[in-house]
Structures are given as C-alpha cells and as structure tokens.
C-alpha cells in the first residue's frame, strides 16, 4: 500500500474534498458508526467550523435493527456528533424485515428515511462515506452480473435518488486514509461483522479483490476503470441525445402535441432507427421504456432480446412494410407498423379474480 494511503486526511484535503458542496443550504450526513462514516462526520465538522457561511449539518443513523449492537452505536454517533457539534437523529427501519435480499432491502430502506430526514431538514445533499475501495467493490459486483457501460461505470460523485441529491466525497479515497484520520483523532468506530461474513456477496467481492491485486486488480486500479467508463458513458450519453434529435427530425408521422402538454408515445422512423449504432438504439429504447412503463426500469437483457427482435422485424419491415410486431416490457409496449416504431403505455396488467 503506497504510503499515502497510510496518513490521514488533512484540514486542507477535507477543505478541497467538500467545497463542491460549500454553498448548500443544508447536508444530511449519512453516519453509521463504522469508521467511513465517522471520519465523513468528523471531518465534515471541521471543515464548516473553518467556513464563515456555510451549510448546516445534520447527522442522521439509520438503526436497521438487524443486530443487538446496532442502538448503541447510533447513541455512540451521537455522543461523538454532540461533541463535534452536530445534530443528529437516529432513524429506525421498522416493520417486518425480510428472509431473503436483506443488504439490498436495508440499502433502499436507509436511502428512504435518509431522504426524508432531508426533505424536512430543507437539505439538498445527502453525503454518504463511500469509498475507493467500495467503488471498486462496487464494479467487480456488476462486471460479475454482466452489467452494461453505465452500470459498469459504477458510483457517481453525484446522483439522484428519493428526490435528493447523493453525494460521495471519498470516491477516490482509501478507506485506509479515513481509518489513519481516526486514529489520529483518537476517535474509535464500530466494526460490523457483518462486512466480514461470507454469506453476503460484499465480503466475498473484497476476499475476491485481494487475491487479484497481486495481478494488478486492486482497489485503485479497479477504481480507475470505473472512472474511465464513467467518461466514455456519459460521452455516448451525449450521442443518444444527438441521435435522439436526429429521428425527432427525420419522424414525419409523430402526433402533433399542444404547447406544455406530454406526448403519451414515443415514435421512430424505422429505417432511420436501423442505420443508428447498436449500444445509440438499446439506450433510446431503454429511455423510451423507462419514460412510458409502469413497471420500474427495464432489465438490461430483456430490452436487449427486444431490440433484436425489433431489429429483424425491421429489416424485413423496410424492404416489405408489411411485417408488424408488439412486445411489452416494463409496462411499456413496444410495436412497428407500417414502417414506424411506437413506444407507449401497456394497459394495466389484469390479476386473476378481476
């Protein structure tokens, strides 16, 4: 491990880690007692203390329930938080829990209270500790599930979630440099089992991640190429719109729409559609699914399999236009007819006994 990666962070780092987020008017603090989370705590309330205005914090915990220790050390984030003189509040995940899929439901049950602590408090942001070694942890994941470019591109700085803004300062951070921080601080953290127990896909990816350091498959490297297909994504991002206003032009038949109303379908040209590349098509058609379906987003193999379909289809489509075809998917429903493909609404699925 380089020695850098030894020493811990700086006021003057922690000043250049946060200043993207200087001028909100309030950051909830995602803080759960492990060492990440406390060093973001501990280091967030350094640097607004050295600002003459800045955001107002709040320190929240999730108490998940899911371990006898997990209330006392939400009292032990805010004690530590009183000490640096921070808010805090301790949110509790209540109701049934479910037998299977537990990270992923606490995941999504965390982000739902954090982002209502948030929207009462008037925060814009909420920061969360995630880490170098976490965004490489995150891509091995997703590579091993065959998850496309954007997938791959992992953790954003900055994303959206339950209508906040989610941001991650430590993203290119060891968590070996926030464990220095608080050592130096003389700050202890609690240490969760549950990051170790080999039932969980996480401990099982970073068991993975250090036998394949030695081939070069470490953190940061792993980190590094997140980055970088975090870049070419947003790059053919950048096209599909391009691409996306081109068959805007070229779509003669769309159904004209009055000014400030939506239009309830999406529609291509069908030999337009064709001459564009393949990755420009999935992801117009994945825009248009996600837009009109009601059913969550598309799984990324299942628009695939569609995209094919609809590719033969209009091959023969462009040179017969007699060939029709209707799939749905996600709620949406896909067809092409006479030479134009439509993406709009499915009727609500019927249950039995309706």
């Known amino acids: 491990m380089p020695e850098n990666e030894k020493s811990p962070i700086s006021a003057r780092q922690a000043k250049t880690l946060f200043a993207d987020w200087k001028h909100a008017p309030a950051i909830v603090l995602a803080v759960s007692g492990g060492p990440d989370s406390l060093a973001l705590m501990w280091l967030a309330a350094r640097w607004r203390k050295a600002l003459a205005r800045g955001p107002a914090l709040l320190a929240v915990t999730v108490d998940h329930g899911l371990r006898p220790e997990s ?21 509790r995940w209540s109701g049934k829990k479910p037998q299977s899929g537990v990270p992923a439901a606490a995941r999504t049950a965390r982000y ?34 065959g998850s496309g470019i954007g997938g791959l591109a992992a953790m954003a700085r900055e994303s959206e979630r339950e209508g906040v803004r989610i941001a991650r300062p430590f993203l290119n951070i060891a968590k070996s440099q926030l464990i220095a921080t608080l050592r ?27 036998g394949l350091s030695a081939e070069g498959g470490d953190a940061r490297n792993l980190a590094r190429l997140a980055s970088r297909l975090a870049r070419a994504n947003a790059a053919i991002e950048v096209l599909a ?16 729409v009055a000014p400030g109303a939506k239009s309830q379908t999406a529609g291509f040209e069908a030999e337009a559609f064709a001459r564009l590349p393949e990755e420009i098509r999935l992801r117009l058609l994945l825009r248009a699914i996600d837009r009109f379906g009601h059913e969550g987003p598309a799984e ?8 094919a379909s609809l590719d033969r289809a209009s091959r023969t489509a462009i040179k017969t236009r007699q060939v029709r075809l209707k799939q749905t998917l996600a709620g949406a429903v896909v067809s092409l007819a006479g030479g134009r493909i439509v993406i709009a609404p499915a009727p609500p699925r019927r249950h039995r006994g309706d």
């Open 112 to 145: 739902r209270l954090l982002a209502t602590v948030a929207r009462q408090s008037g925060a814009s942001h909420i920061l969360t500790a995630h880490t170098r070694d976490d965004q490489a942890e995150t891509l091995l994941m997703r590579l091993l599930r």
């Open 71 to 91: 209330a006392r050390e939400a009292r032990d984030v805010k004690r530590l938080a009183s000490r640096l003189g921070v808010p805090h509040r301790t949110m």
């Open 184 to 210: 130096k601080a003389n700050i202890s953290y609690a240490d969760d089992p549950t990051n170790r127990d080999p039932r969980f896909t996480r401990p099982r990816i970073r068991e993975l991640i250090e």
């Open 300 to 307: 990324l193999g299942k628009a695939e399999a569609l995209l």
């Open 241 to 256: 719109d391009g691409a996306a206003r081109y068959l805007a032009l070229r779509d003669h038949k769309a159904p004209s």
